[in-house]
């Protein structure tokens, strides 16, 4: 039988309203003929109509295979793992998210050669647009250190550049939970067009994730409209119970959680992944002490590179993670998302 093509995403996925615009798809068609348009709240991609599978008979399905909302859906909180960890970087990050760790686990991997080039999103200090990134010089990366909440850029289409246009055979990938479930199905899937792509990660950190805001909704409509918060002005995002928008001035505005529903994205509202049960390292702000980050170290691929950031002196690790309030929001999450 032939493999599922994109006219069978498009009626499961696009059309569900289930996509949770990773990008996944737009990076492996092999034929460019998926892309996602500009926009506020564009809730999935879109297919010019060639498709070598549905239009020439030529084997292909890669869409289809990679997509994390096709099939059975995670239902674990913390998954498994090897270990946890209260983790800081031992040097200065300056837009560090929590306790810097991510970015002083990639900052060490490129300096000592572990990795060629990280697949992440950045975003305009100016105007706080996200846009998805390839770096390969630690220094970089440390200044691009940092959450992006509103993040809808399809972090993975930067992966086909990295994999095809620079040939990059090492290259790790901080991803949310659902692009780091499509990174998986690259590692995992036997069709041939994926193994490319999964062949080429080396590492893949997850980022803890309960929903994102889609950029134009939040930055331009909510904070800039109605709250008079100019994107230049903002230092930090941070979502605790509600958003907490830190200025440059020093001054924090607090904006209430259901104040945002409409920027949600709407296909977080099928996501029940909260730490990235899939990924090698998971890292989050719950559980650990502010000016820390959570590690969930997950394989032994993700623990090699830990231990050779902490020996390197580029990482701290302490015990003591509190897994029950991870627990519990994970648990609602998924409770939330799976009657759909
Ligand atoms: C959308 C989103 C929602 C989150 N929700 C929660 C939550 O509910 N609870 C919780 O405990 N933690 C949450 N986190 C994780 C948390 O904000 C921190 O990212 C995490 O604790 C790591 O902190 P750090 O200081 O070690 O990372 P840093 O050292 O600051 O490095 C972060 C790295 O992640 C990259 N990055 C930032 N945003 C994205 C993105 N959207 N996609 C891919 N790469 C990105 C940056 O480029 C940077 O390299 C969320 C993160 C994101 C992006
Ligand atoms: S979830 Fe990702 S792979 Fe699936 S349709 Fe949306 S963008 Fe494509
Ligand atoms: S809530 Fe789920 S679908 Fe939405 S961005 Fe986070 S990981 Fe992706």
Known sequence: MAAKNYLDLKSEVWDTGKCSGCGACVAVCPADAISFDEGEMVLAPKSNGYCKQATDSVSCGACYAVCPRVGEQPAETLGKYLELACAKSTFEVP?????????????????????????????????LKPSSVIITKSDVLVQQAGSRYSWW???????????????????????????????????????????????????????????????????????????????????????????????HDGTTTIVPLAELETCIRKGCHYCTDLTAVLSDISAGAI???????????????????????????????????DAAPIEKLASAKIKKNSKK
């Open 95 to 127: 837009h560090k998210q929590s306790g810097g760790a991510v970015t002083a686990i990639l900052a060490n991997a490129l300096d000592q050669g572990l990795i060629d080039a990280i697949v992440t999103v950045t975003e305009d200090r100016w105007t």
């Open 287 to 321: 559980g650990s002490p502010a000016g820390t980050t959570t590690l969930i170290i997950r394989t032994p691929t993700g623990k090699g590179f830990v231990d050779s950031a902490v020996e390197n002196h580029k990482l701290s690790l302490a015990p003591g993670v």
């Open 153 to 247: 850029v399809p972090l993975l289409a930067a992966l086909k550049y990295a994999v095809v246009e620079r040939k990059f055979k090492r290259i790790a990938v901080i991803g949310v939970p659902c692009a780091v479930q499509a990174v998986a199905r690259m590692r995992e899937s036997d069709n041939d067009l994926l193994k490319p792509y999964g062949q080429a990660i080396r590492l893949v950190i997850g980022l803890f994730c309960t929903e994102t805001f889609d950029y134009t909704a939040l930055i331009q409509g909510k904070l800039r409209t109605d709250y008079k918060l100019e994107p230049h002005e903002i230092k930090k995002l941070d979502v605790k119970g509600k958003l907490e928008v830190l200025k």
